[in-house]
């Protein structure tokens, strides 16, 4: 198994920046993919990035890219997102998730990770 602790989470005005970080343990080796995910009051859980272990290749929804980032620190077992020019329209709980089976094509499926993180709050005020 492998246990996915995320952290950074926050209230932040819009224009803002925020770090998530997301720490992971237990079978790390079995990790070939990650990403996170987000779940606004109401809404459905969407895609946010993701990012192959293996060899740092990335996936962002197009809502997010050219102002998030993500990366991961193998020596850490960690994974980071960076979020700039944040929105209101970003407010939500942010999830990270680790797979086994990473694909380049069905990164966006939350059904192509094996295990999730409790979740960060993010809250981006007008």
């Known amino acids: 198994q492998v246990q996915l602790v995320e952290s950074g989470g926050g209230l932040v005005q819009a224009g803002g920046s925020l770090r998530l970080s997301c720490a992971a343990s237990g079978h790390t080796f079995s990790v070939s993919g990650m990403g996170w995910f987000r779940q606004a009051p109401g809404k459905e859980r969407e895609f946010v990035a993701a990012i192959r272990w293996t060899d740092g290749s990335t996936y962002y929804a197009d809502s997010v890219k050219g102002r998030f980032t993500i990366s991961r620190d193998n020596t850490k077992s960690t994974l980071y997102l960076q979020m700039n020019s944040l929105e209101p329209e970003d407010t939500a709980v942010y999830y990270c998730?680790?797979?086994?089976?990473?694909?380049?094509?069905?990164?966006?499926?939350?059904?192509?990770?094996?295990?999730w993180g409790q979740g960060t709050q993010v809250t981006v005020s007008s």
């Open positions: 998730a680790s797979g086994s089976r990473f694909s380049g094509r069905y990164y966006h499926l939350s059904g192509s990770y094996d295990y």
